[in-house]
C-alpha cells in the first residue's frame, strides 16, 4: 500500500513539472534548429548485475542487456518500455566455500523518468542530464537446473534447507518487478546519446528459487546508446508586423552653380557655363517580418529618374534581413526576395539592367545597430 501511494504521487509531481514546464519559452531552440522535446528514443544497454542473499554480492556478478523504446512528453518526463535480461546467480552460505547457482531471467518494466535539471532549469537543452526512474513490470525465471542439483545433493535439513517450497522448487518462476535508478545521460549529437544507468529491482522471494520470507534484490548496472528521432523545428519568433516605417532621410548633394567674378578691365561681366556637380542618390526601403512589398513606390520612381538622369552610372540595390528572427536560411530567402522585386521594378520604370547591380546579403550583414532596421533594401547610385 506504502509503494502504491509513493508510485502515484511521484507520477503526479512529474506530470505538474511536465506541464510547468511546457509554457517555458525554448530560448536555445534558434541557436539548435530544433527542439529538444518531445521526441521518442530507442536504447541498447550491456552491463553486469548481482544479487543480494546469503553470499557476497562480489561473488554473484553477472552479464546483463536491455533493449528499451519510449518518449519524452516535455522536458522533464518521459516513459519507456524497457526489456532486460540474460544471466543471474545466488547461492548458499556453508561452513566452506559457497555454494552458487545460475539462471536466466527477463524483466519487462514499464518505467516513468523524469530529468532533474529541467525541472529547477529554464534551459530544456543540457549536454549532461540526470534522470531519475521509476516503474514497475513481471520478472520471469527459469533454466535453474543448478539449483535444483545443489537442493538434491544435500541434505534438505543441512544448510540449504532454505528452497522455495522448504525443500521443492519450481523450473519456472514469475513474479513481480518494482524499480528505482538513476541514468547519467551525456547527448554526443543531435540524434544520440550515451549513458549509464544503475537500477535497484525489488522482486518476489520466489525470483531466486530460495525460500526466504522475503523480497529479493537485484541490481543492474549498464552503459547504453541511445537513438532519438522526432524532433520538431525550432519555433520562429516574430513580433507583431509594423507598416508603418520611417524611412532613412535620403542624402542628396545639391547642384552647385557658380558664377565667375567679374573681370575689373571688362566693361560687361561675362559669365561663365553653371559647372554641375552629379549628385549620388541613396534611399532606403525598410520592411515588415515576412514582407517584401514596395512602400512608397515613390522611392523606386525616384531611383529609376536617376538613372535616366546619369545613364553612365550604376545603380546598386542591397537587400538584407534581420537576425534577431527566423534563421539564416529563411532570412537569405526574404533578403533575396526583397531584391528581386526591387530590381523587377527599376526594369518596369526603364532603367536597363546592365546599369544595376544586385546583391542579397541575408542576416550576414547588419547595416544598423538597431535589430528591426535591418529588415531593408539600400538602393544607391554613384
Given amino acids: 500500500m506504502k509503494r502504491t501511494k509513493l508510485t502515484i504521487l511521484t507520477a503526479a509531481m512529474a506530470i505538474f513539472c511536465c506541464q510547468s514546464l511546457s509554457a517555458q519559452e525554448c530560448a536555445e531552440c534558434q541557436e539548435l ?9 530507442i536504447q ?8 543480494f542473499t546469503d553470499v557476497r554480492f562480489t561473488k554473484l556478478l553477472s552479464p546483463t542487456a536491455s533493449i528499451g523504446a519510449g518518449a519524452w512528453f516535455g522536458p522533464a ?41 529541467n525541472i529547477f532549469s529554464k534551459k530544456q537543452f543540457h549536454r549532461v542530464n540526470l534522470i531519475l526512474i521509476g516503474g514497475i513490470g513481471l520478472n520471469y525465471a527459469w533454466k535453474n537446473d543448478e539449483f535444483h542439483q545443489l537442493v538434491n545433493t544435500y541434505n534438505p535439513n543441512n544448510d540449504i534447507s532454505n528452497a522455495w517450497g522448504k525443500g521443492t522448487s519450481r523450473k519456472h518462476l514469475l513474479s513481480h518487478n518494482i524499480r528505482a535508478g538513476l541514468l547519467c545521460d551525456f547527448n554526443v549529437a543531435k540524434h544520440f546519446s550515451i ?24 541490481v543492474t548496472a549498464q552503459l547504453g546508446i541511445t537513438y532519438k528521432f522526432g524532433f520538431k523545428p525550432a519555433p520562429v519568433k516574430e513580433p507583431e508586423p509594423v507598416r508603418a516605417v520611417q ?11 557658380t558664377v565667375e567674378p567679374v573681370k575689373a578691365p571688362d566693361p560687361v561681366p561675362v559669365s561663365r557655363p553653371a559647372q554641375v556637380v552629379e549628385e549620388p542618390y541613396k534611399d532606403v526601403l525598410f520592411y ?11 522611392i523606386i520612381s525616384a531611383a529609376a529618374a536617376w ?16 537576425k534577431g ?11 533575396q526576395r526583397r531584391t528581386d522585386k526591387v530590381v523587377d521594378m527599376l526594369k518596369q520604370k526603364g532603367v536597363p539592367a546592365s546599369q544595376i547591380k544586385a546583391a542579397a546579403y541575408g542576416d550576414t550583414v547588419q547595416p544598423y545597430s538597431e535589430n528591426d532596421k535591418n529588415r531593408c533594401v539600400i538602393i544607391e547610385g554613384k
Fill in 325 to 335: 528572427t527566423g534563421n539564416a536560411k529563411l532570412n537569405q530567402m526574404y533578403s
Fill in 77 to 117: 518526463v518521459g516513459a519507456r518500455l524497457h526489456v532486460n535480461a540474460w544471466e543471474s546467480k545466488g547461492g548458499f552460505k556453508t561452513a566452506g566455500d559457497p555454494l552458487k547457482y545460475k539462471f536466466n531471467y527477463v524483466n519487462t518494466n514499464a518505467d516513468l523518468m523524469v530529468n532533474v535539471l
Fill in 195 to 218: 549513458g549509464l544507468e544503475v537500477d535497484a529491482n525489488s522482486l518476489d522471494d520466489r525470483f531466486n528459487s530460495k525460500f526466504a520470507d522475503k523480497d529479493d534484490w537485484m
Fill in 44 to 51: 541498447l544497454q550491456g552491463g553486469i548485475g548481482t544479487t
Fill in 288 to 298: 515588415a517580418i515576412r514582407d517584401s512589398e514596395i512602400d512608397p513606390e515613390s
Fill in 247 to 257: 524611412p532613412t532621410p535620403v542624402v542628396r548633394t545639391e547642384a552647385v552653380r
Fill in 33 to 41: 534548429g530544433y527542439k529538444p522535446y518531445p521526441h521518442g528514443f
Fill in 307 to 322: 538613372c535616366k538622369k546619369y545613364p553612365n552610372k550604376t545603380i546598386t540595390v542591397s537587400g538584407y534581413a534581420d
